[in-house]
């Protein structure tokens, strides 16, 4: 199970071809804005294809630029959900005899909903563990500071 993003990204890669998939772009919600979208997988005929990790608006599908306009193709438009939260779009290009592609968009929603919930959980844990720091360091400041006063009153 991935629990990264360019694992999963990795992994997708890696296995469209073999489920007979030849173009796919996989693309997440952006952490800043939802409306937004940032690209994680751009397959075309077979090849992955390098992307600036810029944003786009969602409503775009794919990244700007990666579909060229004279060419025709169908595609197959899946959102990415996981229990209730959107996470972004799946589009692959449809091609006959090719079934699946709900479980692909299943499975991509599932890793990517528990990435976002490890990236929660590790959030977490960070601040409450700097929470705790700060706790001890005012609770010794604290014992130091009424050290130091029954030390001067005792002087």
């Known amino acids: ?36 979208l940032e690209p994680l997988v751009a397959v075309m005929d077979d090849k992955p294809v390098e992307l600036k990790r810029r944003s786009f608006a969602r409503g775009e599908l794919v990244p700007p630029g990666t579909m060229v306009a004279h ?10 959900v996981f229990e209730t939260q959107w996470l972004g779009v799946a589009v692959f290009e449809y091609a006959p005899g090719v079934h ?7 499975q991509i929603s599932a890793a990517l909903g528990n990435i976002t919930l ?18 001890h360091g005012t609770t010794r400041r604290l014992a130091a500071a009424c050290d130091g006063a029954r030390h001067w009153r005792s002087a």
């Open 71 to 80: 060419e025709q193709r169908c595609s197959a438009v899946f959102p990415l």
């Open 1 to 36: 199970m991935a629990l990264d993003l360019p694992a999963l990204e990795c992994a997708i890669t890696s296995s469209l071809s073999g489920v007979g998939v030849n173009t796919a772009f996989v693309s997440r919600a952006a952490d800043e804005n939802p409306s937004l």
């Open 100 to 106: 699946g592609y709900q479980m692909l968009r299943d």
């Open 118 to 135: 490890h990236q929660q959980v590790l959030s977490k844990t960070m601040l409450d563990e700097r929470s705790v720091q700060e706790r």
